[in-house]
Nanobody, 114 residues
Framework: VQLVESGGGLVQPGGSLRLSCAASGIIFSKNTVGWYRQAPGKQREAVALIFRGGGTSYPDSVRGRFTIARDNAKNTVYLQMDSLKPEDTAVYYC?????????WGQGTQVTVSS
């Protein structure tokens, strides 16, 4: 299983970014996929999950600003991030649960700063 993230970068507060996670060795539509983030000195936290049936889950900190979506034909999961805040600055990781194992991408840096 290999997960590859892309789309991070530097954005001003209030701006938007879209992250992508492409997979090989796993079919995203048959598994739970999530986006997590880790800021310096903080624990890694989940910011969006998408389940096999298409349901989604978000913590209060990003609900209404972040949207997770899945393209089954491309076997890719996206994270649309709007109204970004400086506190959203972190390394963002794609995660998939497959046969009770957790798989992670390499991470992509998102920096929100003026």
């Amino acid at each position: 299983v290999q997960l590859v993230e892309s789309g991070g970068g530097l954005v001003q507060p209030g701006g938007s970014l879209r992250l992508s996670c492409a997979a090989s060795g796993i079919i995203f539509s048959k598994n739970t996929v999530g986006w997590y983030r880790q800021a310096p000195g903080k624990q890694r936290e989940a910011v969006a999950l998408i389940f096999r049936g298409g349901g989604t889950s978000y913590p209060d900190s990003v609900r209404g600003r972040f949207t997770i979506a899945r393209d089954n034909a491309k076997n890719t999961v996206y994270l649309q991030m709007d109204s970004l805040k400086p506190e959203d600055t972190a390394v963002y990781y794609c995660n998939a649960v497959y046969r009770n194992e957790y798989y992670w991408g390499q991470g992509t840096q998102v920096t929100v700063s003026s």
